[in-house]
Nanobody
């Protein structure tokens, strides 16, 4: 019954911006930490950003800090990732994730993930 659906991926030139969305359903959205992970071809899935259940705190991977912003709208059961100053190294499939356990503060590890979205492709050209 739990469903996470990403949207907003696409092709953008280096230096450009994209905003990803993740629509969630099936569980009380405001009780769960949310996060974004990404996976490039031939590489391991890696942490990108996470946000606490009520949106009071966020945390970012060093590689995206200062360029990406994570947010959530609990009235719409939706999480967002605003990506600015994109680099070719950001090219990957981006996955929405929801924590397995109620009340998890931040979702920094894939081992804490209960549910994944299907992924959306982000391609940054040089």
């Amino acid at each position: 019954q739990v469903r996470l659906v990403e949207s907003g991926g696409g092709l953008v030139q280096a230096g450009g911006s994209l905003r990803l969305s993740c629509a969630a359903s099936g569980r009380p959205f405001s009780l769960y930490a949310m996060g974004w992970f990404r996976q490039a071809p031939g590489k391991e899935r890696e942490f990108v950003a996470t946000i606490t259940p009520t949106g009071t705190s966020t945390y970012f991977a060093d590689s995206v800090k200062g360029r990406f912003t994570i947010s959530r709208d609990n009235t719409k059961n939706t999480m967002y990732l605003q990506m600015n100053s994109l680099k070719p190294e950001d090219t990957a499939v981006y996955y929405c994730a929801q924590s397995r356990v109620v009340g998890t503060p931040l979702l920094r590890s894939k081992y804490e993930v209960g549910y994944w979205g299907q992924g959306t492709q982000v391609t940054v050209s040089s």
